[in-house]
């Protein structure tokens, strides 16, 4: 009987761990500790949580797996980047430098493409559909730096600020060639495919911004004192947006991003709703979406061969290369100074879950290989790495200049 007894309590810790209970807990263990071990050796909580999740993954440790309801969480952390990303925003600098995002859109979409496509149809031979998809991932890219920028407090910085418009319309037209590649592929580029993506876009975009923020302004006029039902509500929204941007035929990010731009007016900056979203966002979604990010890593699969070696370090530096390269013309374009460049490059260079979903649609649907899809995984690592690190960098910069600027004004003022 007591050995019936201890052989129940052992299987709560066989790995890898599956009581929710208990996986919960080491998830929360996770975020208390990553960020705490990790700052004081100057390496960004960022870094911290995606090194976590490697080590914890089947992978590493084989302490827990990727199960439905990490997958949840991790979906909801990503959702709540672009949404956060998109309340956060300045809506006037933001429609004052329009111009400027489209135009960074634009290099950070072409730049990668333009030195990807050669890279993998003539350097790696890949077939031309596959180097178009393959390039295409380059141009894409998740904000997991964001918190970096959020909590030095310069995310209404210019170069923010363009970048995250930017970010939004790289990431649409990838999603859209790869709608347009996978139906390629089945033979459906019809009239009909081109009318319907369309519409549907016209659609979602009158719901997004002609209807949401009617109803928003409505529902918190009608319940100006319930603190819990605004931010119910808000998730609501973030989540409906996501879902009817799917049935648009886009990515959810891109549905989460709108929700945030249609709720920018309704919710102050300064405002104890704003406090909540970000409060609960930093807390627990968005290390829980950075931790999964790690656990999608498996560094054996550079030991796969020379080959396999060669993909993921060719595959790695045209990413990092193309999205500096952008960088670096944005900041020749607009005159910005070095630390505004690193903050472009920084959110820009980082490669996550658009770029894994690009990827794992093309493998399912027999245009990419196992050896792109393992060098997709380790560029992951390597680009959120370096672009956190690079941000980290760069904010702390900017902050301090933005800082030593505000204290001139008031010397300035007295001395007049």
């Avoid at 003539?122 to 997991?144: E, K, R, W």
């Avoid at 209807?211 to 529902?219: G, T």
């Avoid at 609960?280 to 829980?288: D, E, L, Q, Y």
């Avoid at 990827?359 to 790495?385: H, P, Q, R, S």
């Amino acid at each position: 009987m007591h050995s019936t007894n201890m052989d129940q309590y052992l299987q709560y810790f066989q790995l890898p761990i599956t009581n929710p209970v208990l996986v919960f807990a080491i998830i929360l263990l996770v975020i208390l500790i990553s960020p705490l071990a990790l700052t004081r050796i100057r390496i960004p909580a960022v870094v911290g949580f995606i090194l976590a999740g490697m080590i914890i993954s089947p992978n590493g440790l084989n302490i827990l797996k990727k199960n439905s309801a990490i997958e949840l969480f991790s979906t909801i952390g990503l959702l709540y980047i672009m949404f956060i990303a998109g309340i956060e925003l300045d809506l006037n600098d933001l429609r004052k430098r329009k111009n400027k995002s489209l135009l960074f859109g634009a290099l950070t979409f072409f730049m990668p493409i333009m030195v990807g496509f050669p890279v993998c149809y003539y350097g790696l031979g890949y077939p031309v559909i596959t180097s178009i998809l393959t390039a295409s991932m380059f141009a894409t890219h998740t904000l997991v730096a964001y918190p970096i920028v959020s909590r030095y407090q310069v995310a209404k910085n210019e170069a923010v600020a363009i970048t995250v418009g930017g970010t939004i319309l790289t990431d649409t037209a990838v999603l859209i060639i790869l709608a347009v590649v996978i139906d390629s592929k089945h033979g459906g580029l019809t009239t009909a495919f081109w009318l319907r993506l369309v519409m549907s876009l016209l659609a979602f975009s009158a719901v997004q911004f002609l209807l949401v923020p009617r109803i928003a302004k409505w529902f918190f006029s009608r319940a100006a004192t319930e603190r819990t039902s605004h931010y119910i509500f808000v998730l609501f929204i973030v989540f409906l947006s996501a879902f009817l941007a799917q049935l648009a035929g886009i990515e959810p990010i891109v549905g989460a991003f709108a929700a945030g731009l249609a709720l920018n007016r309704s919710v102050p900056h300064d405002s104890k709703l704003m406090e909540q979203i970000e409060f609960v966002g930093h807390a627990i979604f968005i290390p829980f979406f950075l931790i999964s990010v790690g656990m999608l890593v498996d560094l054996r699969v550079l030991f796969k061969g020379y080959h396999a070696l060669m993909i993921a370090g060719v595959l790695t530096t045209v990413a990092l290369a193309s999205k500096w390269i952008s960088a670096w013309a944005t900041q020749t374009l607009f005159k910005y100074t070095a630390p505004q460049r690193g903050l472009i490059f920084g959110l820009s260079a980082s490669h996550a879950a658009a770029t894994m979903a690009i990827i794992l649609v093309g493998f399912k649907a027999g245009i990419i290989d196992e050896f792109i899809l393992n060098g997709t995984v380790i560029l992951i690592l390597c680009t959120c790495m370096v672009a956190s690190f690079a941000t980290e960098r760069a904010a702390r910069r900017v902050a301090a200049a933005q800082q030593s600027k505000e204290q001139r004004v008031p010397e300035q003022g007295m001395l007049s």
